[in-house]
């Protein structure tokens, strides 16, 4: 069994390749943007890549080069299931609306007219969201009528930026520990736009909002390999903020079981690989799901004190993401 990798020091693959190390596993580091990248994997049974969001070419070449080696036989990571609906929350309402899955009630409109007569007849606040962006980049709390009027003719008019400059000089100069170093990035950023902006283009001809779901204190982001294996991490609410994701400051406290519970057969349900799944709840205590994602930050994640397996037992061990997308896959 051999097994190529694609590598970011800041992602998924360096704990692969420990592991592969470790374990005496036959392994090869590719480059996934080489033309012949094809030919590299020739061999090799499975192929290994933690594409990001914010990376403009894993997006335009991750989800090709990967459906087309699945396509060939070769194993995967993510495959088809797990990562078509990547950084993609409108993808996210149609996937778990399809299978009744508990979801904060969602609402897109391809048209300028029925978004206008939606926005007239619906009640405020709710939550304004780009299709994508994480850390709750793309986000934001509509309170009135006019505001989502403004955003409606923006989204069929000029679009969104892919990079907002100004949100990102108040997510690093005010909602991060202030240093100088944060300072000079974001003003940087002020100026020169990075190349997702450039090269992606706006984002144009959809809105999307989510309900506003009030008193949630913080959310809770539950992680699922290969339905599995899970744990979880209470995240914690900005200060003069509505939004959890981002805020760097997380529990382990009194996680909620029923979303355990939910995570594992919704995981299973789907065939994910890998899946964070960040809940809240309504105003009867009902677990709502927010978003999806196949790749997450592990830096609260891999602090949780255990986790659970499929049957709810609990293992006071630390939960090691990376070990456990590639043993799943060595298993099948």
Known sequence: MKIAIHHNPNSFSKGWIEYCKNKNLDYKIVNAFDNDIISQIKGCDIFMWHHHHGKVEDILAAKKILLALQHAGIKVFPDFETGWHF?????????????????????????????????????????????????????????????????????????????????????????????LKNLLKATYRLFISPDISKIIGPEKGYIYFQEFIPNNRFDTRVVVINGNFATAENRMVRKNDFRASGSGQYNYENINMDIIENSFKIAKKLKFQSVAFDYILDANNNPLIIEICYGFGTQGIKAAPGYWDENLTWYDNRFEPERLILEGILEK
């Open 87 to 179: 950084d993609d929350k409108v993808a996210q309402k149609y996937l778990l609306e399809a299978i009744d899955a508990p979801l904060v009630p969602s609402y897109v409109f391809y048209n300028k007219q029925q978004a206008l007569i939606w926005a007239r007849e619906t009640k405020y606040p709710k939550v304004f969201k780009l299709k994508g962006g994480a850390g709750a980049t793309n986000v934001k709390l509509v309170k009135s009528y006019s505001q989502a009027i403004s955003l409606i003719n923006q989204a069929f008019g000029r679009g969104f930026p892919q990079f907002d400059k100004w949100n990102n000089f108040r997510e690093k100069v005010f909602h991060k520990n202030f240093s």
